[in-house]
């Protein structure tokens, strides 16, 4: 709510003439970021069946379709050509 209302404040700070307006749907959800602004994409070397695919940096709508894609195939067929070491969470180590 808190978040909801800041933004509701600052439209009305830049579109003065909506205020007052009802709105009937909104959104705002938690943004993921990492320390080097690069995605963790891949599976997590202690847990063998789990795979990793967070941390777009504000970029998760455009990234996913084709993370996704990535992350299907190495689940599926153990590989794929999309997949870079730099993605792996293994970098932190």
Known sequence: ?????????????????????????????VMGFTKDSIPIVGPIPYLPSVYAMCGMNGHGMGLSFALGKMVSELIINGKSDLFREWLSIKRYN
């Open 1 to 29: 709510e808190i978040v909801q209302n800041s933004l509701y404040d600052f439209l009305i700070k830049v579109y003065p003439e909506l205020n007052g307006i009802k709105i009937k749907k909104r959104w705002s959800g």
